[in-house]
Nanobody, 127 residues
Framework: QVQLVESGGGLVQAGGSLRLSCAASGRTFSSCAMAWFRQVPGKVREFVAAISRNGGHTYYADSVKGRFAISRDNTKNTVPLQMNSLKPEDTAVYYC????????????????????WGQGAQVTVSS
């Protein structure tokens, strides 16, 4: 199991950009499919973006497609999420998640697919 720590959150105006990063510890990171989720208080956590363990496959929620980009660096054990053209409705706590997946280079997008989670990073977009 990996331990995950998010960073890079903050306050930005609508139309601006932010770059979140997820740092993972543990020897199995390169065998993990990764994803970002977000949650607004009082609402269910929702999927944002996912990437396979080798980085060959990515998948995005329709609400962020074309604006957000997920990537990974298996030499540094990091998963950045570049967020552009931010909107007030992107305001949420963003969570990094990992799923141990050593035998296939697949993406996962359901909350129940993941067994390791970070503590979250607040992103606030002002109008």
């Amino acid at each position: 199991q990996v331990q995950l720590v998010e960073s890079g959150g903050g306050l930005v105006q609508a139309g601006g950009s932010l770059r979140l990063s997820c740092a993972a510890s543990g020897r199995t990171f390169s065998s993990c499919a990764m994803a970002w989720f977000r949650q607004v208080p009082g609402k269910v956590r929702e999927f944002v973006a996912a990437i396979s363990r080798n980085g060959g496959h990515t998948y995005y929620a329709d609400s962020v497609k074309g604006r957000f980009a997920i990537s990974r660096d298996n030499t540094k054990n990091t998963v950045p999420l570049q967020m552009n053209s931010l909107k007030p409705e992107d305001t949420a706590v963003y969570y990094c998640a990992a799923r141990y997946s050593p035998y296939e280079d697949s993406v996962y997008y359901r909350e129940s697919d993941f067994n390791s989670w970070g503590q979250g990073a607040q992103v606030t977009v002002s109008s």
